[in-house]
């Protein structure tokens, strides 16, 4: 076996009334599990072992296997990295510390300019996909990803990677339960439960 579901620092109870319990009960235990699930399928099948995730991701386009494994593979291992990604920036009730602040300032002008680009971004996104604030040689940037891409993923001849410092799931798998139709509002809570401790630890690092 290859990757496990990794487990979470808090309980699925933890965000509410934000991120509902069911949804991330569900969202844990079915979809990420899924992504691992076939994830380690592709992987038993093509004989490839003991490698971490993100080394996997920035390999994708360099393993020698059928390029519809390799699609598969890049869907559901970037669904395994992005889930495990997004449990680790969530908890409720953090605030933005002087140093993000700054940052903030210096990328998108002020803390709640940027919230209105991110939102804008995000909820003109067709589909499904990922909203990612990265980080290039110093300076950040929002961008969107469809299906399970991961910023990381084909940047092996690039020398200036873009590292991931947040990012939102925009399927509607995230939301639908306690928001259906209404993407607008899961962004508005997904300000009340993003770990700003961990978003500055992600920027130092
Ligand atoms: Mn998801």
Redesign the pocket.
């Known amino acids: 076996m290859n990757y496990q579901l990794p487990k979470l620092s808090y309980k699925y109870s933890d965000l509410e009334p934000f991120f509902d319990t069911k949804t991330m009960e569900i969202?844990h235990t079915k979809?990420?599990q899924n992504y691992i699930n076939a994830t380690n399928l592709i992987l038993e099948k093509n004989n490839i072992k003991n490698i971490k995730i993100n080394e996997l991701l920035l390999k994708l386009d360099n393993l020698s296997i059928s390029s519809k494994q390799k699609k598969l593979l890049r869907n559901n291992a970037g669904?395994h990295a992005?889930?495990s990604f997004?449990w680790k920036i969530l908890k409720k009730d953090t605030k933005p510390n002087k140093i993000i602040l700054n940052i903030l300032k210096d990328n998108f002008s002020n803390l709640e300019n940027f919230k209105k680009i991110f939102e804008k971004k995000a909820l003109n996104f067709f589909g499904s996909g990922w909203i990612w604030l990265v980080k290039k040689n110093n300076l950040l940037k929002i961008i969107t990803t469809k299906n399970q891409d991961n910023p990381i993923m084909n940047q092996i001849n690039n020398k200036s990677l873009e590292y991931p410092i947040i990012g939102l799931?925009l399927?509607e798998?995230?939301y639908y339960l306690k928001y259906q139709n209404q993407r607008f509002l899961y962004l508005k809570s997904f300000w009340h439960v993003l770990n700003w401790d961990k978003v500055l630890s992600l920027f130092l690092k």
Request: proline fraction near 0%.
């Open positions: 969202h979809h990420h669904g992005n889930h997004f799931d399927w798998h995230a």
